[in-house]
T-cell receptor, first 115, second 117 residues
Framework: NAGVTQTPKFQVLKTGQSMTLQCAQD?????MSWYRQDPGMGLRLIHY???????DQGEVPNGYNVSRSTTEDFPLRLLSAAPSQTSVYFC??????????????FGEGSRLTVL | AQSVAQPEDQVNVAEGNPLTVKCTYS??????LFWYVQYPNRGLQFLLK??????LVKGSYGFEAEFNKSQTSFHLKKPSALVSDSALYFC???????????????FGIGTKLQVIP
């Protein structure tokens, strides 16, 4: 069982370039989300999705786009990279509904450097 | 708005001694509370959660956490620390969903646990 898979693990971009971070989960989870992790700031929510075709903004959405065409995939697009987007990005998923679960399953992270 | 405070950037403890990593939270209504652990260059892994019921929750690797509603705290504990417990620990809160909608998870900034041999 692969869980949540993120690619690439490392990426270096120049300012103004665009790229897509890929995320896939094989647990049939309804909810998926993207976080960025920065020193001293914990994890901050960028975008999230509650199902295929439905996405919404988190705390820090500017400069990022997402789409959810299938239950499994939730790519994060950087439209025009800026040095402030240098960070470690985590994709996470969890079961939806009102059940007594709710813990997040995380990918291994994508470390992005913008020069 | 919901929030999580982890007042200690780093906790140092000798191997074999008990450890506590502190967490307090603020949320509207009743909370779901979580602890996650992150080892270097890895993603976060779920340790334990509080939903309802017994205030003492047991989780993976011998960790437990105590929910205190009056103090709005959810401290992580372990009776005897191991060197392999050295990692970054995150506390997180999510409001219990009353009706429909996505409830966002808010994380603390993390506490680095260093277990000294």
């Amino acid at each position: 069982n692969a869980g949540v898979t993120q690619t690439p693990k490392f990426q270096v971009l120049k300012t103004g370039q665009s790229m897509t971070l890929q995320c896939a989960q094989d647990m049939n989870h309804e909810y998926m989300s993207w976080y960025r992790q920065d020193p001293g700031m914990g994890l901050r929510l960028i975008h999230y999705s509650v199902g295929a075709g439905i996405t919404d903004q988190g705390e820090v959405p500017n400069g990022y786009n997402v789409s959810r065409s299938t239950t499994e995939d939730f790519p994060l697009r950087l439209l025009s990279a800026a040095p402030s987007q240098t960070s470690v990005y985590f994709c996470a998923s969890r079961r939806g509904g009102g059940g007594r679960t709710g813990e997040l399953f995380f990918g291994e992270g994508s470390r992005l450097t913008v020069l | 708005a919901q929030s999580v405070a982890q007042p200690e950037d780093q906790v140092n403890v000798a191997e074999g001694n008990p450890l506590t990593v502190k967490c307090t939270y603020s949320v509207s209504g009743n909370p779901y509370l979580f602890w996650y652990v992150q080892y270097p260059n890895r993603g976060l892994q779920f340790l334990l959660k509080y939903i309802t019921g017994d205030n003492l929750v047991k989780g993976s690797y011998g960790f437990e956490a105590e929910f205190n509603k009056s103090q709005t705290s959810f401290h992580l504990k372990k009776p005897s620390a191991l060197v392999s417990d050295s990692a970054l620990y995150f506390c997180a809160v999510r409001p219990i969903r009353l009706r429909g909608g996505y409830q966002k998870v808010t994380f603390g900034i993390g506490t680095k646990l260093q277990v000294i041999p």
